[in-house]
């Protein structure tokens, strides 16, 4: 999902990583959660928190035009989502 629509669906900013590997990045976080089910279970955002570094210097806001038409198509799918 490229920046624009992903700012756009979710409406909030988004700022680059430093890691020039933020896909494997994402990847090892996830692994290291479901890994740590085993044990003490780490917290996804105690993870990220100790892991990822942004650089705000590139960091966009939505574009509230944008975030207006994705509204009536996103908005069903997180009323979902939170039933589950």
Known sequence: ???STLK???NTPVA???DSEAAALGAAIQAAWCASGTGIQQS???LCERCVSLDHRCETQ???ANVTAYQPAYEPYRQ???TL
Request: charged residues 5%; glycine residues 0%; negative net charge.
């Open 1 to 3: 999902m490229n920046t």
């Open 8 to 10: 756009a669906q979710m």
């Open 16 to 18: 680059c990583s430093e």
């Open 44 to 46: 996804l955002l105690a």
């Open 62 to 64: 939505p574009v509230v």
């Open 80 to 82: 979902q989502v939170a």
